[in-house]
């Protein structure tokens, strides 16, 4: 019995789903939560499916027509028609394109099939992005508490020696006073600091698919991670593989095609019947008609100028969108190094700096030989240096996130 029990409870633990703010969410994890649950990439993929549909729709072949007709029918009583025999076929008819317009305008359906299915991975590609900005300001948030609240934990620290001077006559109140401010204003800022994690995770739960209030863990940190490709080098992998060209260069491929149909609309359809005659048994009636494009009507003429207006527009959006791409990845590589130079002006240098410079003050203060002031600018100081050397951070990696969709917005 208890190893039914045991095995009934590790089912049960294997089966339980995960829930997020139990383990933690990793970067990764945020990913693959909003590439399933997103909304707006479910709206894209129904317009995947939309495409498909139309696509069908234009490959299709006119349905066939069952026909009925009733010739001789009299319509006054006397004369040679009243005294005629009536003749009733029945039969079936069907419509038929000129050759190779049907499988153009299923090419061209197709071609919007392919435009609609880079859309999604656009659509993905772009809503990666934003979660990863998303998460990255959402942990910005969370780093920028725990900085502040270390800080003034130290400044804890400033304020119980600064009481002891004043209590040992060797310090002014209002050094105790000045460090008490800080205290409150640091306090201040953690609270408009959590207000924001609250603003920030519910933006991330959003395009999780989440409701926006739902818990939080956030494993991944923020932290430098160096970004080694050359300008040419991510140029020459972003213009060949960007959907956004992709999508041109289809849309001008269907825009030929469209002007290639709009040609053939200049030739003429059939229609083929069989029927069978109610006054001759067993026989059967044939029939053949074609359409009769007349040139010099409007219709063939504005389906032709409308088709070449399309075709010029799509080549010329496509060359001025890879121009565009182009001076946006440009654009957003040189953002990526500067702020790259950033984030090694604090990692390198500043922070280090800092640090020894307050732990020296520290001991000075003690020993009498630094004014409280000074000892207190030099926290404000200090705290500043964090806080930019977190926002460095997180300007770095926001960079790399638009650096990876440069040019891919909507427009």
């Known amino acids: 019995m208890k190893k039914i029990l045991f095995f009934i409870l590790l089912v049960s633990a294997c089966v339980r789903p995960a829930v997020f703010g139990?383990?933690?969410?990793?970067l990764d994890q945020a990913v693959i939560t909003a590439l399933k649950q997103n909304p707006d990439i479910a709206a894209v993929e129904k317009e995947l499916a939309r495409s498909q549909g139309k696509r069908l729709q234009m490959e299709a072949i006119p349905d066939p027509e069952i026909v009925f007709s009733n010739e001789g029918i009299a319509f006054s009583k006397t004369g040679k028609a009243a005294s005629g025999e009536r003749e009733i076929s029945f039969g079936i008819q069907q419509d038929l394109e000129f050759p190779g317009k049907r499988s153009l305008r299923g090419k061209i359906g197709k071609y919007g099939e392919d435009i609609a299915s880079l859309g999604l991975e656009q659509t993905r590609m772009i809503i990666r992005a934003k979660v990863k900005r998303a998460y990255y300001k959402a942990k910005l948030t969370e780093r920028t508490i725990a900085a502040l609240e270390k800080t003034s934990s130290l400044l804890d620290q400033l304020i119980e020696t600064i009481t002891i001077r004043y209590q040992?006559?060797?310090?002014?109140?209002?050094?105790?006073?000045?460090?008490k401010?800080?205290?409150?204003r640091l306090q201040n800022q953690v609270l408009e600091e959590r207000k924001a994690w609250t603003e920030n995770s519910a933006e991330l739960?959003?395009?999780l698919g989440r409701n926006g209030d739902e818990p939080l863990i956030l494993l991944t940190d923020i932290a430098y991670v160096p970004f080694d490709k050359s300008l040419p080098q991510f140029k020459d992998e972003a213009l060949s593989s960007r959907p956004a060209l992709k999508i041109m260069a289809?849309?001008?491929?269907q825009a030929e095609a469209g002007l290639k149909l709009a040609n053939m609309n200049r030739l003429p359809d059939f229609s083929l019947g069989l029927f069978s005659p109610s006054l001759r048994g067993g026989a059967w009636g044939f029939a053949i008609s074609f359409s009769v494009p007349l040139y010099w009507w409007?219709?063939?003429k504005g389906e032709l100028l409308e088709a070449e207006a399309d075709r010029d527009i799509s080549r010329i959006e496509s060359g001025a969108r890879q121009k565009r791409i182009v001076a946006r990845i440009d654009a957003a590589y040189a953002t990526v190094k500067t702020a790259e130079e950033q984030v090694k002006v604090f990692e390198q240098k500043l922070l280090g700096e800092m640090e020894d410079e307050l732990k020296i003050s520290i001991e000075y203060y003690q020993y009498g030989k630094m004014e409280p002031f000074s000892l207190l600018d030099l926290y404000r100081t200090y705290t500043t240096t964090k806080m930019e050397h977190l926002r460095a951070l997180y300007l770095y990696l926001v960079s790399l996130a638009d650096l990876e969709i440069a040019g891919e917005e909507r427009e």
């Open 22 to 26: 139990e383990d933690g969410l990793t």
């Open 298 to 300: 409007k219709k063939q």
């Open 181 to 184: 401010v800080e205290k409150a």
């Open 168 to 179: 040992a006559g060797a310090a002014a109140y209002s050094d105790v006073l000045r460090a």
């Open 205 to 207: 739960n959003l395009l």
């Open 250 to 253: 289809l849309r001008l491929d």
